[in-house]
């Protein structure tokens, strides 16, 4: 038998601590908020913003560990991720098909803030946040997940998942009640596919509410075969520039590529700009960084080209799309590069990119383009 340690009574067990625990996994030097806050607020702060949100969808991944593992409110792992950040628990967003939990409605906890003796929610911290996990490999929401990584990769779209269609409503919800400028949609991997998704349906009703998405999966057969197309017509537009045309001028123009599709750079500055955390290392989603028309640039503190831990405003305050942070300095195996924890970690070392890249322009392109047209009456909530 073991000897008992300093200060341990004889025949007592010491519980080993479990290491999804907020004080073992999460960040060292996140305070909780305090009246300290409503003089000078960290939510002002985009790093302590990318972190705190990360801790959120971190809960969302406890939430259904805890579920599968049978814990409860009180021996939960998940509510530590949130309660820190003096936020509660509002709504779970449940899988009918299995049971499971993929994501999760945060609200700002009033009387959690009171305890701490501040009368009110600090500058910037957002009222409401939903929070979309990615795939779990264990458990039956297995399955579920999987169809939904499947069904990316070969649409390119989530449009047809239960989930998406629960993420939606909830996400209108709470714009409804807060407002859409305070409230705040997150996802991680499939979950930051999911956000990114119902954030831009959203804006397309004038809805605009800020999106955080780490990792987004990029790579999709969809995708891919539309980047072969436009490939294959921009050579067929080049060897038609080079032939002798007889005909009328427009389409003469239009040969010589002057007749231009309306780009989103073409269309003016975005009014929705999703903040987009990407690591070059992870394969899923590095296709987000290729360039498009030669615009893309890296930044740090909104300066030339370099890496910093990105601090003030980061250069984020520039016009673009997105908003891109990528990994400068961090992990490089693609688990390490693909996981969460580095969104959250005190050493990594990060590059602010305002990026007009293909994969942002795709995906945005029906959200933007449509400007230059006339539109039908938008959705107000």
Same mark, same amino acid.
Request: glycine share 10%; aromatic share 10%; with cysteine.
């Given at each position: 038998?073991?000897?008992?340690?300093?200060?341990?009574?004889?025949?007592?067990?010491?519980?080993?601590?479990?290491?999804?625990?907020?004080h073992?996994?999460?960040?060292?030097?996140?305070?909780?908020?305090?009246?300290?806050?409503?003089?000078?607020?960290?939510?002002?702060?985009?790093?302590?913003?990318?972190?705190?949100?990360?801790?959120f969808?971190?809960g969302?991944?406890?939430?259904?560990?805890?579920?599968?593992?049978?814990?409860?409110?009180?021996?939960?792992?998940?509510?530590?991720?949130?309660r820190?950040?003096?936020?509660?628990?509002?709504?779970?967003?449940?899988?009918?098909?299995?049971?499971?939990?993929?994501?999760?409605?945060?609200?700002?906890?009033?009387?959690?803030?009171?305890?701490?003796?501040?009368?009110?929610?600090?500058?910037?911290?957002?009222a409401?946040?939903?929070?979309?996990?990615?795939?779990?490999?264990?458990?039956?929401?297995?399955?579920r997940?999987?169809?939904?990584?499947?069904?990316f990769?070969?649409?390119?779209?989530?449009?047809?998942?239960?989930?998406?269609?629960? #993420?939606?409503?909830?996400?209108?919800?709470? *714009? /409804?009640?807060? +407002?859409? $400028? %305070?409230?705040?949609? !997150? =996802?991680h991997?499939?979950?930051?596919?999911?956000?990114?998704?119902?954030?831009?349906?959203?804006?397309?009703?004038?809805v605009?509410?800020?999106?955080?998405?780490f990792?987004?999966?990029?790579?999709?057969?969809?995708?891919?075969?539309?980047?072969?197309?436009e490939?294959?017509?921009?050579?067929?537009?080049r060897?038609?520039?080079?032939?002798?045309?007889v005909?009328?001028?427009?389409?003469?123009?239009?040969?010589?590529?002057e007749?231009k599709e309306?780009?989103l750079?073409?269309?003016?500055?975005?009014k929705?700009?999703?903040?987009?955390?990407?690591?070059?290392n992870d394969?899923?989603?590095?296709?987000y960084?290729d360039? #498009?028309?030669?615009?893309?640039?890296?930044t *740090? /503190?909104?300066? +030339?080209? $370099? %890496?910093?831990?990105? !601090? =003030?405003?980061?250069?984020?305050?520039?016009?673009?799309?997105?908003?891109?942070?990528?990994?400068?300095?961090?992990?490089?195996?693609?688990?390490?590069?693909?996981?969460?924890?580095?969104?959250?970690?005190?050493?990594?070392?990060?590059?602010?990119?305002l990026?007009?890249?293909?994969?942002?322009?795709?995906?945005?392109?029906?959200?933007?383009?449509?400007?230059?047209?006339?539109?039908s009456?938008?959705?107000?909530?």
């Amino acid at each position: 038998m073991a000897n008992a340690l300093p200060g341990q009574k004889a025949g007592e067990v010491t519980a080993t601590p479990n290491p999804f625990e907020f004080h073992v996994y999460g960040p060292r030097h996140l305070s909780s908020p305090s009246w300290w806050d409503l003089l000078r607020s960290s939510w002002k702060d985009p790093n302590y913003r990318r972190m705190v949100i990360a801790c959120f969808i971190q809960g969302v991944y406890l939430l259904e560990l805890d579920r599968q593992d049978k814990r409860d409110e009180r021996t939960g792992l998940a509510p530590q991720w949130w309660r820190h950040f003096m936020y509660r628990l509002s709504q779970t967003l449940i899988d009918e098909r299995d049971g499971s939990i993929y994501g999760a409605v945060l609200e700002w906890d009033r009387r959690a803030l009171l305890a701490g003796y501040a009368p009110f929610r600090p500058a910037g911290a957002p009222a409401a946040v939903v929070a979309l996990r990615g795939t779990l490999l264990s458990g039956a929401t297995f399955r579920r997940d999987v169809v939904d990584d499947l069904r990316f990769l070969a649409w390119d779209s989530l449009k047809g998942s239960v989930r998406f269609a629960g #993420a939606l409503a909830a996400l209108r919800s709470a *714009a /409804r009640r807060h +407002g859409a $400028g %305070s409230v705040c949609v !997150g =996802g991680h991997s499939l979950g930051a596919g999911f956000a990114l998704q119902v954030g831009k349906a959203l804006a397309k009703e004038g809805v605009f509410v800020e999106c955080h998405v780490f990792n987004p999966p990029s790579v999709s057969l969809a995708t891919s075969l539309r980047g072969f197309a436009e490939t294959a017509g921009e050579m067929w537009g080049r060897v038609r520039a080079w032939l002798p045309y007889v005909g009328s001028a427009a389409a003469a123009a239009d040969a010589s590529g002057e007749a231009k599709e309306v780009t989103l750079e073409r269309a003016g500055t975005a009014k929705w700009l999703p903040h987009l955390y990407i690591n070059t290392n992870d394969y899923i989603c590095c296709y987000y960084t290729d360039a #498009a028309a030669r615009t893309a640039t890296v930044t *740090a /503190r909104g300066g +030339g080209s $370099g %890496s910093s831990k990105a !601090g =003030g405003d980061g250069g984020m305050g520039k016009p673009g799309l997105a908003r891109m942070v990528t990994v400068s300095k961090g992990p490089t195996k693609f688990l390490d590069a693909h996981g969460l924890q580095q969104w959250w970690a005190d050493d990594v070392e990060l590059q602010v990119a305002l990026n007009h890249s293909k994969f942002i322009d795709r995906q945005l392109r029906s959200l933007y383009a449509a400007q230059a047209q006339p539109v039908s009456p938008q959705v107000s909530l």
